[in-house]
């Protein structure tokens, strides 16, 4: 590890990736909507200069067919390619559900270990921007949910370059979460960022009375909560998970097991949401070492509103994190 | 087994005697496999979706002797015919079938879902349409290998109809990938017919659509789709692009096993069935000269101990251990 760190972004890191990816591994393609250079290098540039760099037939701009593109990523994964597929806008994979969810998850399970599919399908997404309700949903639950899948979903550039060059070289379909509000924040990252490790959380920040674990955009949100707290005098211990599924038990019930309190807080909306999960595997495996039921966050159960004004109130609010956490230190234990 | 790769070379369209000879095998193949399939099934000795491909057999037949082991091919759930003809091993198919450990999936596939990728048959699917947008990217990578390798994406009339196929042919034709799209029209989409759910008279009019040579031809004459096949597959392999077969046949029977087929004129399968095209073209090898009846019964009794063995094999199989359940959902050591 170099100690060396530059300014940088969310694009600029998944870009680097792929390309130091491209660059030791010929089997590395990148295709999808507009993603080669005469189309702009992608809708916000995270392919930028791939094709130019690595050619027209590693890099291919495809037509706005999004069963086709993860078809082909598919097909070639399964005579040793390692397809990096842009699914432009999250809210876009339902039209290719078949082949993410009957195909490139279960064919490893199916032919019993022959094929398997080594692709990595990237996506944007995240409310915020008045982007609508068909451009802007969370859907990570949905992929979890899905045995054969894996999901990732970073929140700096750091971990988008070290979780990106892991899922290229994984030998199972990753599903890489690109969050729309932070892609274009500056972030102090290594200048050699190493491959970061699927299924491993990042403990941000060590703290005694409440764990608050988060990922993707709201991760962020959970940062400037746990600041808040702080100040107020409630120490913070801090979970960036970054590996959605599979999601890192070992350290969330650690740190919960120390501090006896959990607040969860994610985009999607909360009801049947990863956090769902999150707090079942908590009061299964912690329930005597609880000290409050532990709390969940995320978006009310509606789609996603146009309206700034109705927008800002479907995205937790790191003060409604702060809140959160506070409820659970006033609960009175037996 | 007979190699394509004695043949491309040449320009012939007639398949020469051997060929013949070969192409009736795997027919009668196919057809003994399915008598047995159904025999075994209606015995009670096994439970399984089973979608016959009896009446289809000339088909993958025709195009397989034209392809080598290391091509590929898709298909879809009426598909093992096409795993067959493309040279599945007989006992490892039917210990699939059987659910057994044995089985070219470890009994985790099922008949739904064969593959075996050391003959080339790299994916069965459940789903109509999916054998296409993934044979695309079999033959993506063929073509950025720079070798000479195709593959033949298998499906019925009815997934014309879905949004699969037309994203893969346009994406096949506009990369000009090694891949020809071999329609199996049964006319049926499950209980409907043709007309009924088609828009054009014949499908092979959509590859207008996709700027690729699109081809009618009676699937149930071997030397016709023979040819068809062989051109296709040749321009497939010298870079040209794809193309789109479709192949006339009819279903002998019902959707699924046990399915009530009064949707079905009874005159119009009496007829097809009438016509049935492994015994015309055991009739026709021997009028022509190119087997004998002692020859051709000889081939179908030991195609018969074939099966009868492997059904022995199946069964006489070990199940899966409970552990195969949690395993190859990842690779074995991934995260």
Redesign the interface.
């Known amino acids: 590890m170099t100690s060396q760190t530059k300014k940088t972004n969310i694009i600029a890191a998944i870009n680097e990736a792929i390309a130091q990816a491209m660059e030791a591994d010929p089997k590395v ?1 990148v295709l999808g909507e507009d993603v080669a250079d005469r189309e702009g290098g992608g809708v916000v540039g995270v392919t930028r200069g791939l094709s130019t760099r690595f050619g027209d ?2 890099v ?1 701009s ?2 706005i ?4 593109i ?12 390692r ?1 990096v597929a842009e699914i432009m806008l999250m809210n876009f994979t339902t039209v290719a559900m ?2 993410i969810v ?2 490139a998850a279960k ?10 599919v080594p692709i990595v399908i990237r996506m944007l997404t995240g409310a915020g921007i008045q982007s609508g309700g068909q451009h802007s949903d969370y859907l990570e639950a949905w992929f979890a949910h899905t ?2 899948l ?1 999901v990732v979903a970073p929140s700096n550039a750091e971990d988008a370059k070290g979780l990106m060059l ?1 899922c290229i070289a ?3 379909p990753c599903i890489f979460i690109e969050c729309v509000r932070a892609l274009g924040n500056t972030f102090e990252a290594p200048v050699d960022v190493q491959p970061i ?3 491993k959380a990042k403990l941000v920040k060590e703290g005694r009375d409440v764990t608050i674990i988060s990922y993707s955009d709201i991760f962020l949100r959970a940062q400037a909560a746990a600041a808040t707290l702080e100040q107020q005098g409630i120490s913070v211990e801090l979970i960036d998970l970054r ?1 959605i599924s ?1 999601w890192d038990k070992e350290t969330v019930l650690a740190s919960v097991a120390k501090t006896g309190r959990a607040v969860i807080a994610h985009e999607a909306v909360r009801a049947f949401g990863v956090g769902a999960e999150i707090a079942a595997t908590i009061n299964e495996e912690l329930f005597g070492a609880l000290k409050a039921p532990v709390a969940r966050l995320g978006a009310p159960f509606t789609p996603v509103p146009f309206s700034n004004a109705l927008e800002q109130h479907f995205l937790v609010k790191p003060e409604q994190i702060v809140e959160a956490a506070k409820a659970t230190m006033k609960v009175a234990v037996n | 087994m007979s190699s394509a790769a004695d043949f491309t070379q040449t320009n012939q369209t007639t398949p020469d005697a051997a060929t013949q000879v070969e192409m009736y095998r795997r027919m009668t193949l196919i057809k003994q496999n399915d008598e047995a399939s159904r025999k075994v099934i209606r015995s009670g000795r096994l439970l399984m979706p089973y979608y016959s491909p009896r009446g289809q057999e000339v088909i993958p037949c025709a195009v397989s002797v034209n392809l080598n082991d290391d091509d ?1 091919i ?1 298909t879809i759930y009426r598909g093992i015919h096409d795993m067959l003809a493309k040279g599945v091993p007989l006992k490892a198919l039917w210990a699939e079938i059987a659910g057994r450990i044995t ?7 099922g008949p739904m ?1 064969i ?3 050391s003959s080339g048959a ?2 069965t ?3 109509v349409g ?1 054998s ?11 073509k ?2 720079g070798s000479r390798r195709i ?1 033949v994406a298998y499906f019925g009339d009815g997934a014309t109809n879905i ?2 196929f037309h ?2 042919l ?2 096949a034709s ?2 000009k990938l090694p891949v020809v799209f071999v329609c199996q029209n049964n006319r049926f989409a499950e209980h409907t017919r043709y007309e009924n759910c088609t828009s054009v008279d014949q499908i092979s009019k959509r590859a207008v659509a996709y700027g690729m040579p699109g081809v009618t031809v009676d699937g149930n004459d071997p030397f016709a789709m023979y040819a068809a096949a062989r051109e296709a597959i040749a321009r497939a392999r010298d870079g040209a692009g794809p193309t789109l077969i479709e192949a006339m046949t009819f279903r002998f029977f019902g959707h699924v096993f046990g399915d009530d087929d009064s949707y079905m004129s009874k005159e119009e399968k009496a007829a097809a069935i009438s016509r049935d095209p492994v015994p015309a073209f055991r009739a026709k090898l021997i009028a022509d000269g190119i087997a004998t009846a002692e020859q051709l019964a000889a081939m179908e009794a030991k195609i018969a101990d074939d099966i009868e063995e492997a059904i022995k094999f199946a069964l006489s199989s070990e199940v899966p251990p409970p552990e195969e359940l949690l ?6 050591g ?2």
């Not at chain 1, 067919?65 to 086709?68: G, I, L, M, N, P």
């Not at chain 1, 993860?70 to 390619?81: K, S, W």
């Not at chain 2, 089985?103 to 596939?109: I, S, W």
């Not at chain 2, 395993?327 to 074995?332: C, G, H, I």
């Open positions: 393609l037939d590693r291919k495809t037509p067919s999004e069963q086709a993860i078809g082909a990523a598919i097909g070639a994964a399964m005579l040793g390619y397809p078949d082949m009957n195909h064919l490893r399970f199916m032919s019993g270990g022959q094929t398997g045995p054969g894996k892991s994984d030998p199972d490790p699927l299924g590996t599979p | 590929t898709c089985g070219t999936c470890k009994g985790k596939g879902h593959t075996h990728p790299m994916l699917t459940g789903v999916s296409m947008p993934i044979a695309n990217g079999l033959a993506w990578a063929q950025l290998d593959t949004g699969a994203e893969s346009n994406l506009l990369w395993r190859d959902v990842y690779a074995e991934g995260a």
